[in-house]
């Protein structure tokens, strides 16, 4: 079996902080609730969007999953563009590519999403699976993802796959799913939150990342 590399999205191969933090703002001020500070909304970034707005707005779930169809609103409109690609993404999923690996996208943005944004940046070609959340909820926990990720992809030797993600969701949700997971600082993690929950090696570039796969992967 080919070893495979599955890539988050937010914070791993797309600086998607603009457009995230746009539509938060635009949920929150539909229930009156003004948030000027884009820093303070990057909690929004990784986790399912209901669970954001519970856990630090305190929102019930129905008020919660209100607040999603508010964001989706804007983010389907416009903030789905206002993102770029971190430095040298594309070069390096072409090295992957190159060396034999296969590569999957597993991230818990809607998976409809995540397919407009690899079309928009032309990255589509370099996976051989996308995956991600649904919009009834069935599938949104990074758990969840990494499960359908590997049933799609019919992977049965778990050692021959890794995680590539930014935040602790993701490095716990691999945990969970008996995989191992690079982490990246560059994204809207921490070195020390990836550290200590056990990534198998943190990188500061996606340079960085292409290099560990091609010598200890």
């Avoid at 969970?176 to 500061?204: D, H, M, P, S, W």
Wanted: proline share 3%; charged share 30%; aromatic share 10%.
């Amino acid at each position: 079996m080919k070893k495979t590399i599955l890539f988050d999205l937010d914070g791993t191969l797309i600086n998607s902080k603009p457009g995230i933090t746009k539509c938060a703002q635009y949920a929150l001020e539909a229930f009156g609730i003004i948030e000027p500070d884009a820093d303070k909304l990057e909690c929004f970034i990784g986790p399912p969007l209901v669970d954001s707005f519970q856990e630090y707005y305190g929102f019930s779930p129905e008020k919660a999953r209100e607040a999603v169809d508010k964001y989706r609103e804007r983010y389907h409109k416009a903030g789905i563009f206002e993102c770029e690609l971190y430095p040298d993404v594309e070069a390096v999923l072409k090295r992957i590519k190159e060396m034999g690996y296969r590569m999957g996208l597993a991230s818990s943005k809607p998976e409809v999403s995540c397919k407009r944004i690899l079309e928009h940046f032309g990255l589509e070609g370099y996976f051989d699976e996308v995956v991600g959340a649904t919009l009834d909820g069935r599938i949104d926990s990074k758990i969840s993802v990494l499960r359908e990720a590997i049933r799609r992809l019919e992977i049965t030797d778990l050692s021959q796959l890794c995680l590539v993600g930014d935040t602790s969701f993701d490095v716990l949700g691999a945990k969970e799913a008996g995989i191992a997971c690079i982490g990246v600082t560059y994204g809207f993690g921490r070195y020390e939150e990836l550290l200590k929950n056990g990534a198998a090696a943190i990188c500061g570039s996606m340079r960085e990342v292409g290099d560990y796969i091609a010598e200890k992967f």
